[in-house]
């Protein structure tokens, strides 16, 4: 694929540099201009670009600083790659530098990427889904300096006891699970921490709610972490039932295959 002078928004995965698209990948191999937060996308990367690509670390730029530097090298005809952690759609705060290019006139295209959530579902080893313990999935932060809109308060979302990933949320321990207390979960509920999944030094945690704060303190996790609290994510329960997807039923026809008669 040939580069257009615009600027493109790349997820670049969770961390471990083979975690980003195909794509992705491809875009920062032929960018003229690359930016980059040097804290969380994986620093690897950048040895994939062209060897006379500029990079910038972006982690000391404000919001107009960023998207000046994107206008003057657009401008003059070259390509920028924006390189995101995760998915550039969760807390990439993408909307304010998708507006503020849109008001210049700057063409911008998104990748997605592996987000953290994924990589973290992925090294505990948990299906966010399960039939008939939950099919859902919320996203989630707890409240820190950014405010929670009314209707999103931590408790009213757990009321709904489903699978809910919490990023941005580590320093926030006390509050999550008075929140999840009070929405009628249990100390002994399961909780699995995942800090910096896909890293050479990713930590699986395995702790309950009730321990949770102890347990984070004890391994001295404070940022960088995924937060699942899920029924999904209880090996005990999972033991004790038969939590099963129709999709591979013997008895269950789809549109690929045929279910036999029981
Ligand atoms: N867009 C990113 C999220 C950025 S917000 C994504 O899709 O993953 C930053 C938060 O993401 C962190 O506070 C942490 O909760 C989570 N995070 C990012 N990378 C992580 C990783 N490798 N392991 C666990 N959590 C991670």
Redesign the pocket.
């Known amino acids: 694929m040939e580069l257009e002078a615009k600027v493109y928004i790349v997820?670049s995965g969770?961390?471990d540099p083979d975690l980003i698209t195909v794509k992705g990948l491809k875009i920062l191999e032929k960018a003229d201009v690359i930016l980059y937060t040097d804290s969380?996308v994986n620093p690897v990367l950048m040895e994939r670009a062209k060897k006379d690509a500029l990079i910038f670390k972006s982690a000391g730029m404000n919001l107009e600083e960023l998207v000046d530097c994107m206008e003057e090298h657009v401008k003059s005809g070259k390509s920028v790659a924006r390189m995101?952690?995760?998915?550039?759609a969760?807390?990439?705060a993408i909307y304010e530098q998708m507006k503020k290019l849109k008001q210049r006139g700057i063409a911008y295209q998104i990748i997605p990427?592996v987000?953290?959530?994924f990589?973290?579902a992925a090294a505990a080893e948990v299906e966010l889904t399960i039939p008939e313990l939950t099919q859902t999935v919320i996203l989630t932060r707890a409240e820190g300096r950014t405010p929670m809109p009314e209707k999103e308060q931590l408790k009213d979302l757990a009321a709904h006891h489903c699978s809910i990933a919490?990023?941005?949320?580590?320093t926030l321990i006390k509050k999550i699970v008075k929140e999840f207390l009070e929405a009628g979960w249990n100390e002994e509920d399961a909780v699995v921490v995942?800090?910096?999944?896909?890293?050479p030094d990713?930590k699986v945690v395995r702790t309950t709610l009730g321990s949770l704060d102890e347990t984070m303190r004890k391994e001295g996790i404070r940022?960088?972490?995924?937060v699942i609290i899920s029924k999904a994510a209880d090996e005990a329960l999972l033991e004790e039932g038969t939590f099963e997807s129709k999709l591979y039923d013997k008895s269950f026809t789809h549109g690929y295959r045929k279910g036999e008669s029981v």
């Open positions: 997820g969770p961390g969380l995101h952690t995760g998915d550039p969760v807390y990439g990427g987000s953290s959530v990589a973290a919490l990023f941005l949320s580590a995942v800090y910096r999944a896909s890293w990713e940022k960088q972490a995924m």
